[in-house]
């Protein structure tokens, strides 16, 4: 697999917003306001699949402090009496979540970090991730090799394009679970190899990271609230609000074009 094709232009920030909202990746998207309050109640009540690999504790049972938080760092609406229907991300958020996570990835770049990527999405974030690795890797950085041999969730977990993933069935498998990233770093430790510098990944891989006190980056969608209550914690760096699964994964390179230029980086193909 080749990298997405990353537009020679970068877009303004008005033309970004505009093609997230075109695109639904921000703006009114997909994800129902059911399924948005179905998780933000079940990571509420302490279903720890909804945690995403961050130690939670009792600081998070109301799951209105939850809508209150996602409201305010993802965008969606923050009436608690809006049940069904749309639910939204606001583009604004995104944009400027990218700017927060442009800032870590100049600094790693700068103090040639070791880095980490990863992704439970590779249907959707696969490309974003392996773009913005090579990036970083032109520009004097170490991707992080993962260990051989490793298993988790009944699966392999493997790295392709400079991201590790889950497979099963040699089948890239989505997933939300925190086993293959605490494979892996138990991995590199068994080994003595010494742990990344910086994670940049979604779901559990980075709310494992960021638990584990490494420096995280990530991408979450507005019915994944942990890695957001992270964020306003501190445990993560940045968190970008996205729908992380559109219809078409070349819809997120304009977004990784700006990325990669405000953090003064170079697309490599």
């Known amino acids: 697999?080749?990298?997405?094709?990353?537009?020679?232009?970068?877009?303004?920030?008005?033309?970004?917003?505009?093609?997230?909202?075109?695109?639904?990746?921000?703006?009114?998207?997909?994800?129902?306001?059911?399924?948005?309050?179905?998780?933000?109640?079940?990571?509420?009540?302490?279903?720890?699949?909804?945690?995403?690999?961050?130690?939670?504790?009792?600081?998070?049972?109301?799951?209105?402090?939850?809508?209150?938080?996602?409201?305010?760092?993802?965008?969606?609406?923050?009436?608690?009496?809006?049940?069904?229907?749309?639910?939204?991300?606001?583009?604004?958020?995104?944009?400027?979540?990218?700017?927060?996570?442009?800032?870590?990835?100049?600094k790693a770049a700068e103090a040639q970090q070791r880095v980490l990527f990863a992704t439970g999405h590779p249907g959707g974030l696969l490309e974003v991730h392996s773009a913005t690795a090579s990036a970083l890797h032109a520009a004097g950085c170490e991707i992080v090799e993962i260990p051989g041999g490793l298993h988790a969730d009944e699966g392999y977990v493997f790295q392709f394009c400079d991201v590790a993933m889950l497979e099963r069935g040699?089948?890239?498998?989505?997933?939300?679970?925190?086993?293959?990233?605490?494979?892996?770093?138990?991995?590199?430790?068994?080994?003595?190899?010494?742990?990344?510098?910086?994670?940049?990944?979604?779901?559990?891989?980075a709310g494992c990271a960021g638990q584990r006190g490494i420096d995280a980056v990530g991408y979450a969608d507005c019915n994944d609230p942990a890695l957001f209550l992270g964020e306003a914690e501190g445990t993560l760096q940045a968190v970008v609000p996205l729908d992380d699964h559109v219809t078409n994964p070349r819809f997120y390179a304009p977004m990784t074009a700006y990325l990669l230029d405000a953090a003064g980086l170079t697309a490599q193909f």
């Open 1 to 106: 697999m080749g990298h997405m094709p990353i537009p020679s232009a970068v877009p303004s920030r008005a033309e970004l917003i505009d093609h997230l909202v075109r695109t639904r990746i921000a703006g009114d998207v997909a994800t129902p306001r059911e399924n948005n309050l179905s998780h933000y109640r079940k990571l509420a009540n302490g279903d720890r699949h909804y945690w995403l690999g961050l130690e939670l504790d009792d600081r998070w049972v109301d799951e209105q402090d939850v809508l209150a938080v996602m409201a305010e760092r993802c965008g969606v609406i923050d009436d608690p009496e809006h049940r069904t229907g749309q639910d939204t991300i606001d583009p604004e958020l995104t944009v400027g979540a990218l700017d927060r996570m442009a800032s870590v990835l100049r």
């Open 170 to 205: 040699a089948t890239l498998w989505h997933t939300h679970s925190p086993a293959p990233m605490a494979a892996i770093l138990d991995g590199l430790a068994r080994e003595g190899r010494p742990l990344p510098d910086l994670v940049v990944a979604d779901h559990g891989w």
